[in-house]
């Protein structure tokens, strides 16, 4: 079955850029899915980050928009995200999970295991 | 930008009991409402999606209910594992963006 795989760095400075990969393993990238990214910052609820198709279409949560790149790279069956402007607000536990997107709604199934990044000098 | 209220914070029951939990979303979400289960140090895990339709491997004890803006998620038999915090999620007029519940915290009394 799918299982997806976050990685990248646990801390970045304030200010900088946050990057991280999801590796997809069991499945396609290239499948009729989108794919997700979410975070939770420590102790808190769960915030929908942005999505994006194989393809390279995206969705982005419009409070996070302006800072926010999602991409793909089919060659490699992962999918990427970079948080521009960092701050501490930024520290959170973030997921990847694949989007099971129909012309009308989505749900997330399954996730990765999440990677801690802390916003820090 | 569509709010889900989750009732109540925590509950506080005891195996075999049968748990109840409220997802209440500020307009109209139709059936497009997920529910999600998060154990400490691990990622949420699909229970329900469409409001009422369970995912793959999850026990019949779990079911959801509701369409609109009232949604429930029932524990008819708690297990000692089921103890974890609940997440509903909505994303009606998919590509607008989803929302998540603050959570509920099913807890052993």
């Known amino acids: 079955q799918v299982q997806l795989q976050e990685s990248g760095p646990g801390l970045v400075k304030p200010s900088g850029t946050l990057s991280l990969t999801c590796a997809v393993s069991?499945?396609?990238?290239?499948?009729?899915?989108?794919w997700s990214w979410v975070r939770q910052p420590p102790g808190k609820g769960l915030e929908w980050i942005g999505e994006?198709?194989?393809?390279?279409?995206?969705n982005y949560n419009p409070s996070l928009k302006s800072r926010v790149t999602i991409s793909v790279d089919k060659s490699k069956n992962q999918f990427s995200l970079k948080l521009s402007s960092v701050t501490a607000a930024d520290t959170a536990v973030y997921y990847c999970a694949r989007d099971m997107a129909t012309v009308t709604t989505s749900w997330f199934d399954p996730w990765g295991q999440g990677t801690l990044v802390t916003v820090s000098s | 930008e569509i709010v889900l209220t989750q009732s109540p914070a925590t509950l506080s029951l005891s195996p075999g009991e049968r748990a109840t939990l409220s997802c209440r979303a500020s307009q109209s979400v139709s059936s497009y409402l997920a529910w999600y289960q998060q154990k400490p140090g691990q990622a949420p895990r699909l229970l329900i999606y469409d409001a009422s339709n369970r995912a793959t491997g999850i026990p019949a004890r779990f079911s959801g209910s509701g369409s609109g803006t009232d949604f429930t998620l029932t524990i008819s038999s708690l297990e000692p594992e089921d103890f974890a915090v609940y997440y509903c999620?909505?994303?009606?007029?998919?590509?607008?963006?989803?929302?998540f519940g603050q959570g509920t915290k099913l807890e052993i009394k």
């Open positions: 999620q909505q994303r009606s007029n998919w590509p607008r963006p989803c929302t």
């Open positions: 069991g499945g396609s990238i290239s499948s009729s899915n989108w």
């Open positions: 994006i198709y194989h393809s390279g279409s995206t």
